[in-house]
């Protein structure tokens, strides 16, 4: 098993910016391939960012490429999303996840962290 613990989440005015952390523990030799995803209200759960274990591949969906950044330190087991330029429509729940294989624009993962929310005031 893979235990995922995300942080970093909270209330930041449009154009502000925010840094989640995921932290990953457990069988972390299994991962190739960490993944952010967002659920807002009503909504159905989105597809952010992609990281390739190894950190030498990334993905990210159109509407945030450009703001947002994906990266990984190697000797804490932790993702990052550094969320940069943040507009109302990223409010969301984030939830950090953790793949056996990198898929580009993953739609579901093997383990998943429990969320963080992220609200962008106007």
């Known amino acids: 098993q893979v235990q995922l613990v995300e942080s970093g989440g909270g209330l930041v005015q449009a154009g502000g910016s925010l840094r989640l952390s995921c932290a990953a523990s457990?069988?972390?030799?299994?991962?190739?391939?960490m993944y952010w995803f967002r659920q807002a209200p009503g909504k159905e759960r989105e597809f952010v960012a992609g990281?390739?274990?190894?950190?030498?591949?990334?993905y990210y969906r159109s509407s945030v490429k450009g703001r947002f950044t994906v990266s990984r330190d190697n000797a804490k087991n932790t993702v990052y999303l550094q969320m940069n330029s943040l507009k109302p429509e990223d409010t969301a729940v984030y939830y950090c996840?953790?793949?056996?294989?990198?898929?580009?624009?993953?739609?579901?993962?093997?383990?998943w962290g429990q969320g963080t929310q992220v609200t962008v005031s106007s």
């Open positions: 996840a953790a793949d056996r294989n990198f898929i580009v624009a993953a739609t579901t993962a093997d383990y």
């Open positions: 457990g069988r972390t030799f299994s991962i190739n391939a």
């Open positions: 990281l390739s274990w190894s950190g030498s591949s990334t």
